[in-house]
């Protein structure tokens, strides 16, 4: 499950409207060894948080840069942490051995670092993954929990496409594997009506054709990885307040995989967010910042123009939010 890094840098531009950065002062770059990799978290500080730090896990292919494109909304709420763990974004290169617990401990690693002892916790596709592995090895960490376009199984697509994408990667053949992306990860048009999908999709190829040997190298890496590990255990789950959230047209991690990972969740709430697909939160940036932070402030979730009614797959009791 590779997500890609797309759109999520819209700096603004002269004349233009568009998410305003935070001032120099609030954003602190930290490196860290793991394991004897080194890796890269970014920490954007709030003076007057509303709830804990956020901490991010984006897709696989996205970097501690990628959630920029929602700062505007997020960063006034809370504390922001996006990070690139080992053998993605600009970090150590990792062999597919180090599977996801190892990711996991590495994410404990960061946040006791930096001196951080709660968070609530985003997980994005492939993140989800780690975040997931995380909160059920660290519970102590995790204070609420929000996944997206993600799964508790590897995509029926996903399994069948990784060996021609990994040879094609390996030899070098970019163009084909940019198309064979874009078409793993977007819904067909005629499925239903998804915000920005032509834009998106142009935008996607292009950043796929456009990666670096290393980039490619770490790709191909991660999806031996993913396979060769899997992506899930049925290990308890902490029973915090969680919200997983699809796009109603996602095709690479159905609506139905996202209710079977709340239903793992005691209590978890699920909802689709409207006219997206997988890349819900590139398509429907405001409103995926919206639902994410609003869940974290405690502020309901329900009846919501752009999501469908909220759902408990899985009855169970969930302490009262603080």
């Not at 993140?127 to 102590?140: I, S, T």
């Not at 990885?225 to 109603?248: I, K, Q």
């Amino acid at each position: 499950m590779r997500t890609a890094v797309i759109a999520a840098q819209d700096s603004p531009r002269a004349g233009c409207s568009g998410p305003l950065p935070p001032a120099p002062e609030q954003v602190e770059e930290r490196g860290l060894v793991f394991g004897g990799f080194a890796y890269t978290c970014r920490i954007v500080h709030q003076s007057a948080p509303r709830t804990a730090p956020l901490l991010l896990l984006g897709g696989s292919s996205q970097n501690r840069y990628s959630w920029q494109g929602h700062e505007k909304w997020l960063a006034p709420l809370c504390t922001l942490i996006t990070v690139d763990l080992p053998g993605y974004g600009s970090s150590d290169f990792l062999p597919a051995r180090y599977d996801i617990d190892f990711l996991a401990d590495a994410v404990r690693h960061m946040l006791a670092e930096i001196g951080v002892r709660e968070v609530n916790l985003f997980g994005g596709c492939f993140g989800e993954v780690v975040g997931l592995r995380f909160a059920q090895h660290h519970p102590e960490f995790v204070r609420r929990v929000v996944f997206a376009g993600a799964a508790i199984r590897l995509p029926g697509l996903y399994s069948e496409a990784v060996p021609q994408l990994s040879q094609t990667l390996a030899r070098g053949d970019i163009e084909q594997a940019a198309d064979g992306l874009v078409r793993l990860f977007m819904s067909n048009p005629e499925a239903g009506k998804v915000r920005r999908h032509a834009a998106v999709a142009r935008l996607l190829q292009q950043q796929f054709v456009n990666q670096t040997p290393d980039e490619i190298r770490k790709a191909v890496e991660h999806n031996t990885r993913l396979v060769t590990h899997g992506c899930y255990r049925p290990l308890p789950v902490p029973t915090v307040p969680s919200l997983v959230f699809t796009g109603e047209y996602d095709t690479l991690c159905t609506p139905q995989m996202g209710r079977e990972l709340a239903a793992t969740m005691p209590g978890a709430l699920f909802t689709l967010v409207k006219e997206a697909d997988h890349l819900v939160t590139v398509e429907r940036r405001q409103e995926s910042a919206d639902l994410i932070g609003r869940f974290c402030t405690d502020r309901p979730v329900d009846d919501l123009p752009y999501c469908t009614p909220v759902e408990v797959p899985c009855s169970g009791r969930v302490p009262a939010q603080v």
